[in-house]
């Protein structure tokens, strides 16, 4: 029975969608701007929280064996975390604070990952994408999809945490690389969905 399994008697998907829906329970507080130049400004934030969450997921891996693989939850929760913490803070250098919201989170932090669930969150509008705007049960669903997709992949790398130190230092490449990922997919979105109203932005899709 792997770690992800043990924590809280869950099964990995389970629990893994579990911490998705708490990291995207609520938007955070940015803790920038707008700037001038924000390309070069998100540029920065984004190489800032890779540094950050590389850091954090090697220093978690460390032990190696058994105690490795314990890390493996609180290690996403972490990462996840540095990484919202990352989107708010480029939209906000773009100006686009207000239309920052949970649905935007949820795409932003997993499009690379999960691209097949999340497909239809973010669709075609003449010129733009839209992203719609999803209620409390059709995000936490999202969650539970999503948490499948990543759980398969935390299976699939949890053996390198058996390996001291060469297996924190994959684990750590690996999230400096998922966390510039996040942050090309948050500027991405910007740049093809152009500003929107208030209203326009937080339009729900009722949950059925």
Known sequence: ???????GGEEPARAVGGVIERVIADVPVPRTHEMAHPDAAAQRIA???????????GSLALPGGPLGLLTVLPDLYLIWN??????????????R?????????????????????????????????VVQQLGSRTLSSLAGRVGTVVSRRVAGS???RWIPIAGAAAVSAYAYWDTLQVAKTAQRLLAQAPSQPRAEATAVVEDR
Not at 50 to 55: D, H, I, N, V, Y
Not at 82 to 95: C, S, W
């Open 1 to 7: 029975m792997s770690a992800v399994q043990r924590q």
């Open 47 to 57: 190489r800032d929280a890779a540094k950050r969450a590389a850091l954090v997921s």
């Open 82 to 95: 540095t990484q919202r913490q990352m989107v708010a803070d480029i939209f906000a250098v773009y100006g």
């Open 97 to 129: 604070t207000a239309e920052l919201t949970r649905t935007h989170m949820l795409y932003c932090l997993f499009r690379h990952a999960a691209s097949q669930v999340l497909r239809d969150v973010a669709v075609r509008s003449g010129q733009r994408f």
């Open 158 to 160: 949890a053996a390198t």
